[in-house]
């Protein structure tokens, strides 16, 4: 078991107010006045058209040289942009120059494939951010590259921004994507934008790229891998009227989106003639918020602040409080799906212009802002109990080699869920018991339960109770091998429990049993246990419960769990994987070869079930404050193995023959030891469908657990995704496993991957090994296209 105290917070929206023409200076007077507004942030331009004109000048001037001379421009140097002047740009170090964004040009094209073109955006890019970084600007978006141009030219781009984040070396680059793919054709508004300067020989051979859903993705994704996920480097995500596909949503999702654009356009107008934002945009909006690194909001082009002419202006603070009428939704859904505003919107909008949709609200996009953090969705159990730990990675436990401190057992203990379905599966154990009137261990009958790794004793109470909830009585064990918390158990014992309860310290595998009036050993008729991991198996129950076997009634003793299996799933999580490559620069030569217990949240599941059409984040009758902020789409998690337990006889008496390496034991075995655990070696193999385009981090694992399955149902357990709310929902005390992936897997749509998992033994220790391979069929052809490497968390086993 593994996993953290309760954060009743809720995120703060942090909103900026961005213009695409900002028609004023940005001083350190206009940044109050924005803050005066209620902004908590404003964007600013590196650099201002005095220099735009000026590098447009100097390539008339080159081309007009180059054709005078009647040169071909290779033989022409190529054009050198002078260094930056006063007049070129407003930006100057100041005390407000950390809550300024700011942006580099938008006319250029740095993937041009005329290299004069290229060849001065880049110089533009290296002068803008070396000038900002000596401004002390933290924050910079740079306009992603032209996706209506050939993809060849994408390699160039990112080039560029790595080295411009060498150049700025404080500097937080945000690429800015649109997130549908369909980017406002500045270079067609511009009528200065280089792009538009590209001499045709290079332009008439390009073809231009087919544009699809996940073009925009896919740029962002080749970018970040050129750039080897720079931790430097994140997205500014434009958010269009009309919100992409749920899988393109949930890809977004999972990448580094610092900045949310939300453009005027997206906008809605409500009955009232209030702007309002869709269903859709809020929930992923919530979603966004939520995230660790939760994303600044930049509301583009809403108008210019109010009031900037008269600075002594008093101006009303949105308070999140808007009228009904304000924060009514727009009524109808299919306003959200047009791309620009309906024939009925409009005309609204032509009424409202001028007095900014509310006579009152010299703000009201903001206000809506303002109003949406107010009313955010309540967290959910598992974000008030892991609040903070989301996608930190932990080192799983090992309660069998280390021994636990108190403040662990005690969150553990927290779990509102785990004791209570534990003390349901004995009590039903105990009623089914005197039903199928078995015989007991004990002279009296009572039944003999031995809570094994007793820890602070919970499951010791529960089984009292179990007992007492059923009437039927019970002679109860608690064995712990961790001397420290024994004595707490023997404290309880005497405090809580009045003395009815046999508290061994031992190892459980070395205990020999109740000891009985006459020196001997009897037995156990219930083994109590909960020795599981985030992958089941992986701090060693089967191990544990496999030596303490020979204590248990052999005719009707049981075990609780039953039975326990590990899942798994193949994921993209790019912020994980940027953390591991850090770790993995910085000495940790192993972090690839960890599987990390994690809080995953920022993950986009890579192969997901049919989609229910009738499932929805938000039935539609209900508040958006109900709404589900969990991944929309419900991965296809696969089984890997399953323990069961007690094991059959004959494989524990074969498993001790093998000890000791004595011949009719066999020759020992295959990764080293005599071969007497192997019957705990597993081996799975598991094929996953990939809908769409992605990368494959690496595998999120689950487990499920039967712990007890008598006459009235199953009792169970589930960390996994699918199942966890219908078998234990609220459940806290397990996070998930992830085996990462040392080098990303690019996966092709419509492909599929397939998992080999391994659980590997050498009678000392026990560890998993993993590789990931993807094929694509292509007619009757399956084709492998990529194997990861064969990754061992050997070295970081779990020692038995
Ligand atoms: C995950 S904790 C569970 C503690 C407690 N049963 C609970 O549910 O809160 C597992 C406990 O088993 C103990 N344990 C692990 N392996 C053991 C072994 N081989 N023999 C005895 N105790 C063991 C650990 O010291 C730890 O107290």
């Known amino acids: 078991m593994d996993s953290p105290g309760m954060d009743m917070s809720m995120p703060m929206f942090y909103v900026g107010q961005h213009e695409t023409k900002r028609a004023l200076p940005v001083s350190d007077q206009l940044v109050h006045h924005a803050q005066d507004c209620g902004y908590d942030m404003l964007t600013a331009p590196i650099t201002t058209p005095h220099f735009h004109a000026r590098v447009l000048s100097l390539l008339s001037s080159y081309n007009q040289a180059v054709s005078e001379a009647s040169l071909s421009s290779s033989k022409q140097p190529l054009p050198l942009i002078p260094a930056l002047e006063s007049v070129d740009t407003n930006l100057h170090p100041s005390d407000t120059i950390s809550q300024l964004v700011t942006y580099t040009s938008a006319w250029i094209d740095l993937a041009s494939p005329d290299p004069i073109i290229a060849h001065l955006s880049r110089q533009v890019l290296h002068l803008e951010i070396a000038f900002a970084a000596f401004c002390g600007v933290v924050t910079v978006v740079v306009p992603g590259p032209r996706l209506s141009a050939s993809a060849d030219g994408l390699s160039q781009y990112a080039r560029a921004v790595k080295e411009a984040l060498a150049v700025g070396s404080y500097i937080q680059l945000h ?58 480097l994140s997205i500014a995500l434009e958010l269009p009227r009309r919100l992409p596909s749920l899988t393109l949503q949930s890809r977004w999702f999972s990448e580094p989106i610092r900045l949310l654009n939300i453009p005027a356009t997206s906008f809605l107008v409500n009955a009232k003639g209030s702007f309002v934002l869709s269903k859709p945009h809020q929930i992923f909006i919530y979603r966004c918020m939520r995230l660790k690194s939760a994303p600044w909001i930049l509301l583009t082009n809403v108008g210019p602040l109010p009031g900037v002419n008269d600075p002594d202006t008093i101006m009303d603070y949105p308070s999140g409080y808007l009228s009904p009428a304000a924060a009514a939704d727009a009524p109808t859904p299919r306003s959200s799906m047009s791309p620009s505003p309906t024939p009925a919107e409009a005309a609204r909008l032509v009424k409202s212009a001028g007095k900014k949709s509310s006579k009152d609200d010299p703000t009201p996009h903001l206000s809506y802002l303002r109003y949406l953090g107010r009313i955010q969705p309540n967290k959910s159990v598992i974000e008030r109990f892991g609040g903070g730990f989301q996608d930190y990675l932990q080192s799983p436990l090992q309660p069998l080699t280390d021994n636990l401190e108190s403040i662990t057992y005690e969150v553990f203990e927290k779990d509102p869920i785990k004791y209570e379905w534990y003390e349901r599966a004995i009590t039903e154990a105990l009623q089914d018991w005197v039903t199928e009137e078995k015989s007991t261990s004990s002279e009296d009958g009572a039944v003999v339960i031995a809570v094994v790794g007793a820890g602070r004793g919970p499951l010791v109470t529960r089984a009292l109770n179990a007992s007492e909830g059923s009437g039927v009585p019970v002679r109860v064990y608690a064995i712990e091998k961790n001397p420290n918390a024994y004595v707490l158990l023997q404290r309880h014992n005497a405090q809580d429990w009045n003395g009815r309860v046999t508290v061994v310290k031992t190892d459980m595998r070395a205990w020999k049993g109740p000891t009985l009036d006459d020196g001997t050993f009897g037995h156990v008729d219930i083994l109590v246990s909960e020795l599981l991991g985030s992958f089941a198996d992986n701090e060693l129950s089967p191990e544990c419960l496999d030596g303490v076997q020979h204590v248990l009634n052999p005719q009707n003793g049981i075990s609780i769990p039953a039975s326990y299996t590990a899942h798994l799933t193949p994921i993209s999580t790019p912020r994980i994987y940027t953390d591991l490559l850090a770790r993995s620069h910085s000495g940790d030569a192993n972090a690839f070869d960890i599987p990390w217990v994690v809080m995953l949240q920022q993950l986009d599941y890579l192969s997901t079930q049919p989609q229910d059409p009738s499932a929805s984040q938000l039935p539609s009758n209900a508040k958006i404050s109900q709404a589900h902020l969990e991944a929309p789409l419900s991965p296809d998690v696969q089984t890997a193995w399953e323990f069961s337990h007690p094991l059959p006889s004959t494989v524990l008496a074969q498993a001790s023959l093998r000890r000791g390496g004595s011949a009719v034991g066999g020759g020992g075995g295959f990764t080293g030891g005599d071969g007497a655990n192997e019957h705990n070696f597993r081996f799975s193999k598991t094929s996953f469908k990939v809908q769409d385009q992605g990368v494959c981090h690496g595998l999120a694992g689950y487990f499920e657990t039967v712990l007890y399955a008598g006459s009235q149902g199953a009792v169970e357990l589930s960390t996994n995704p699918v199942t966890m709310e219908e078998k234990s929902k609220d459940m806290i005390s397990w996070f998930p496993i992830f085996f990462p992936l040392k080098n990303p897997l690019q996966v092709p749509p419509n492909s599929e991957l397939e998992v080999s998992m391994w659980r590997q033994t050498d009678d000392r220790k026990v560890w998993y090994e993993w590789l990931v391979e993807s094929f694509i069929t292509v007619g009757n052809r399956r084709m492998r296209l990529s194997i990861s490497d064969l990754q061992s968390s050997r070295s970081n086993g779990c020692l038995m």
């Open 175 to 232: 690429i800015q994507m649109p997130m549908d793919g369909k980017q406002a054709g500045d270079e067609d508004e511009d009528l200065g934008h280089l792009a538009k300067f590209a001499n045709a020989e290079y332009t008439e051979q390009q073809p231009g790229a087919r544009l699809e859903a996940f073009s925009a993705w896919d740029a962002w994704n080749t970018v970040r891998s050129i750039c080897r996920y720079h931790s430097r």
